[in-house]
T-cell receptor, first 112, second 112 residues
Framework: QKEVEQNSGPLSVPEGAIASLNCTYS??????FFWYRQYSGKSPELIMS????GDKEDGRFTAQLNKASQYVSLLIRDSQPSDSATYLC????????????FGTGTRLLVSP | DTEVTQTPKHLVMGMTNKKSLKCEQH?????MYWYKQKAKKPPELMFV???????INESVPSRFSPECPNSSLLNLHLHALQPEDSALYLC???????????FGPGTRLTVL
């Protein structure tokens, strides 16, 4: 079983719609969860971090965490073509050091 | 200064060459990382330095040699690489006590 799983996509949404990206993880003791956006040929950019159950909102982005279900999601409201990118879910592996385990990423395509 | 810088942006080297990648941050972060990313794959952790000491080596071949001269600088020395080592090499940094990692723009390495 993969440690962090994401649907590879592509997830296609029209401009202005809500994009919903999902991620599951296997390590029950994970405490820290992150979403990175990566444009083609560029490096990952941190867009959200979440540490406790519930929702965390930042502008058009909302991260949701459910530790009981080992599930974390990212909602992007009012999607724009500039949001088209690969979104990587990352989970802290509880080794005592800051080791992140990345999912394979979901490619999002927002059409005008 | 809120960014991680990497030089060079691109590097082409032969299998007998010796080269170095450089990473710098001035955010007061005490943890620094090297990742390798192949096309359409997530970043793969290579090394972690915490307070200038190597704390994680993910069984990386000895042709890759990391160095952390001080808390702001991280180098990756390359020697006798193979064509399969061609990839995007990413540096990241974080506060030692937190897990949010910030990536530099990367060095695109091609081994001929």
């Amino acid at each position: 079983q993969k440690e962090v799983e994401q649907n590879s996509g592509p997830l296609s949404v029209p401009e202005g719609a809500i994009a919903s990206l999902n991620c599951t993880y296997s390590d029950r003791v994970s405490q820290s969860f992150f979403w990175y956006r990566q444009y083609s040929g560029k490096s990952p950019e941190l867009i959200m971090s979440i540490y406790s159950n519930g929702d965390k909102e930042d502008g058009r982005f909302t991260a949701q965490l459910n530790k009981a279900s080992q599930y974390v999601s990212l909602l992007i409201r009012d999607s724009q073509p500039s949001d088209s990118a690969t979104y990587l879910c990352a989970v802290n592996q509880n080794t005592g050091f800051q080791k992140l385990v990345f999912g394979t990423g979901t490619r999002l395509l927002v059409s005008p | 200064d809120t960014e991680v810088t990497q030089t060079p942006k691109h590097l082409v080297m032969g299998m007998t060459n010796k080269k170095s990648l450089k990473c710098e941050q001035h955010m007061g972060h005490r943890a620094m990382y090297w990742y390798k990313q192949k096309a359409k794959k997530p970043p793969e952790l290579m090394f972690v330095y915490s307070y200038e000491k190597l704390s994680i080596n993910e069984s990386v071949p000895s042709r890759f040699s990391p160095e952390c001269p001080n808390s702001s600088l991280l180098n990756l020395h390359l020697h006798a690489l193979q064509p399969e080592d061609s990839a995007l090499y990413l540096c990241a940094s974080s506060y030692a006590s937190r897990n949010e990692q910030f990536f530099g723009p990367g060095t695109r390495l091609t081994v001929l």
